[in-house]
């Protein structure tokens, strides 16, 4: 019985995540990819936007975008969404290592999986850098659940979890602010942990600084999160209302 849940439960992830939908977005992230791997640097001018010509351009996804150039290069359309599935697979993975984790049984964790996996799909159908956020947000969870049940060293895969997150997608705040809460909550629990706690957690917000244009990448994406954009889907509110909202409640 294990075993087809199992089978069961990766042929739905395939079957889900390998679908495709061509987003706006792509022909830039892969344009801007392929300048780098071509001139061997980042462009410091976007050379494309002539109303803004000349100013300093902080593009704070060069690392997503520098994979899907090589995955362009390597395999075409085909490589994009190879790519594309292997970090979807690879975050649901972790969100049922996780609740293995939390001691629920494995039949319980495939049906969990499968449950929640209608709600997920909408953000994973897109070859976008946000795809990234959705595997380091899953491994943030995953570092924190090993570390709240004492196995501290785990928080030593934050710095580099960060470092790469933040070269990837803005979605690093919310990473950075979920680790930064749990650190105080559990501090305030467990105060005699603090060594084990805060040495790592310093170096991953040091690590943070580790891009192309230190604290002027994360004051950029401070200033953009702030901001009100209902000209973005993804941040308008979630209705509650609607099926993924009730999903969610």
């Given at each position: ?62 690392l997503a975008e520098l994979l899907f150039a090589l995955a362009w290069r390597a395999a075409g359309n085909p490589g994009l969404i190879l790519l594309k599935v ?164």
């Amino acid at each position: 019985l294990r075993a087809s849940l199992l089978i069961l439960v990766i042929s739905a992830v395939l079957l889900g995540v390998t679908r495709t939908v061509v987003d706006p977005d792509l022909w830039g992230h892969l344009r801007f990819g392929l300048d780098t791997l071509h001139n061997g640097y980042l462009t410091p001018q976007d050379p494309y936007a002539y109303t803004t010509a000349g100013q300093v351009w902080i593009n704070h996804e060069w690392l997503a975008e520098l994979l899907f150039a090589l995955a362009w290069r390597a395999a075409g359309n085909p490589g994009l969404i190879l790519l594309k599935v292997s970090v979807e697979v690879l975050t649901l993975a972790l969100a049922f290592l996780i609740l293995l984790r939390h001691r629920v049984e494995p039949l319980w964790a495939c049906l969990y999986v499968l449950l929640f996996l209608p709600a997920m799909l909408p953000s994973m159908w897109t070859v976008r850098p946000q795809m990234f956020t959705n595997l380091m947000f899953a491994l943030m969870l995953f570092i924190i659940v090993m570390a709240d049940r004492g196995h501290y060293g785990w928080l030593w895969a934050a710095p580099p979890a960060l470092c790469f997150w933040v070269n990837t997608h803005g979605g690093v705040l919310a990473g950075t602010a979920v680790m930064l809460i749990w650190a105080a909550v559990h501090l305030l629990f467990h105060p005699r942990s603090w060594k084990k706690v805060l040495t790592p957690l310093v170096v991953a917000l040091i690590a943070t600084l580790v891009n192309p244009y230190g604290v002027g990448l994360l004051s950029f994406l401070m200033r953009t999160a702030i901001g009100t954009r209902p000209e973005i889907a993804e941040w308008a509110p979630l209705q509650i209302q609607s099926p993924l909202g009730l999903l969610y409640l």
